[in-house]
């Protein structure tokens, strides 16, 4: 896929008003004003972190030295956690999840998938989702030379047919996108989607979303074990994790966090694995307890969970970053796996109850 990024982050499509030029991001997303900011103190934070950046690029280029594959060790884990530069980004996020690997094994059968035949009710429903596709950001317009529309499409109907335990649901469309955006490269795409999904969430996108429901029961736990007092108050009003927590699971956390803080979430996930995403669920809940615990109702506590992601805390993604590994404490692997396990099982015997 020719590249147009960087040309297209700073300038609109002919079509375009001249003030939304003004205001799209490095990403193609046009800049929301966040209210709780001011315009100097955004400026301050993005001009910070741009150092931040250019330190780090400079470590990458010199760890990495021109080689394609990369070894997993603490160093590599530190640097990963420090933020990836984006010019690095697509080779360790396919190294670190094993989708180079695969893409190296098996030659041609991305395309392969796209000359298949397929499933017409997967792709009316993905045809469908198109539009509805980060309408804020100029790359997916109909206007923008390329459109990436048609290659997020090619990659949602080739997965549904690799996958059909999966096939296509909403919110894969966003992850899609979110890759599309940073690989630029439909075959890169596709595979990460595949180590996502297939590997690293599996059973979050199926159609009884079973890992998803396990995940955000988890979630109850560990909240329960670290921030009693909202687990307390989610208690008091009987608010079901589900309510609350959901889009960030599925959606890992697309459209609710900066676009920039996302994707250093996604570095790390894509080399640590899914343990991240219950970092960040705890760091939001725990620096916001008071005000979360303080809810008198089901609709403010919900209500309170949407503003606790946005702000400076969340915008200055480097510090919130740092704060993830900090503010929760200790979360090994093996109180995960058990508590998953523990839930699994709570929700398989609800599901088929002991005959009587």
């Avoid at 997303?29 to 100097?40: G, Q």
Wanted: net charge neutral; charged share 25%; glycine share 6%.
């Amino acid at each position: 896929m020719e590249n147009h990024f960087n040309d297209q982050s700073r300038e609109c499509s002919a079509s375009s008003d001249n003030n939304d030029c003004k205001r799209v991001d490095q990403y193609g997303f046009e800049k929301s004003e966040d209210l709780s900011l001011s315009h100097e103190s955004n400026e301050e934070l993005m001009a910070e972190y741009l150092a931040v950046l250019t330190r780090r690029s400079k470590k990458w280029s010199k760890l990495l030295q021109g080689t394609v594959k990369m070894e997993k060790n603490l160093k590599v884990k530190r640097y990963v956690r420090k933020g990836v530069p984006c010019e690095h980004r697509t080779q360790i996020w396919m190294a670190a999840s094993g989708a180079q690997d695969q893409l190296e094994r098996n030659p041609g059968y991305y395309h392969s998938l796209l000359k298949a035949e397929h499933d017409p009710k997967i792709e009316e429903t993905i045809l469908a989702d198109m539009h509805r596709t980060f309408p804020d950001n100029i790359q997916f317009r109909d206007s923008s030379q390329p459109c990436l529309q048609k290659a997020l499409f090619n990659i949602l109907l080739g997965y549904g047919l690799h996958n059909k335990d999966v096939g296509y649901c909403q919110g894969m469309n966003f992850i899609a996108g979110y890759l599309l955006i940073i690989t630029k490269d439909e075959e890169k795409s596709f595979w990460l989607m595949d180590a996502l999904l297939g590997k690293i969430l599996p059973d979050y996108y199926t159609s009884t979303m079973l890992g998803l429901k396990m995940d955000q029961e988890v979630l109850g736990e560990l909240v329960r074990m670290k921030v009693p007092s909202v687990w307390q108050a989610m208690n008091r009003h009987n608010v079901m994790w589900t309510l609350v927590v959901s889009r960030w699971f599925i959606c890992l956390y697309i459209d609710i966090l900066p676009v920039e803080t996302v994707l250093r979430i996604w570095d790390c996930l894509f080399y640590e694995g899914s343990k991240i995403l219950f970092r960040v669920a705890l760091t939001l809940i725990g620096h916001h307890q008071n005000l979360i615990s303080q809810a008198r109702s089901l609709p403010e506590i919900c209500e309170r969970f949407k503003q606790i992601t946005h702000g400076e805390y969340v915008e200055d993604c480097h510090t919130f970053m740092q704060k993830i590994f900090m503010e929760p404490g200790g979360l090994s692997t093996e109180t995960i796996t058990k508590l998953r396990k523990m839930s699994r099982n709570r929700i398989t015997s609800a599901k088929n109850p002991p005959s009587q």
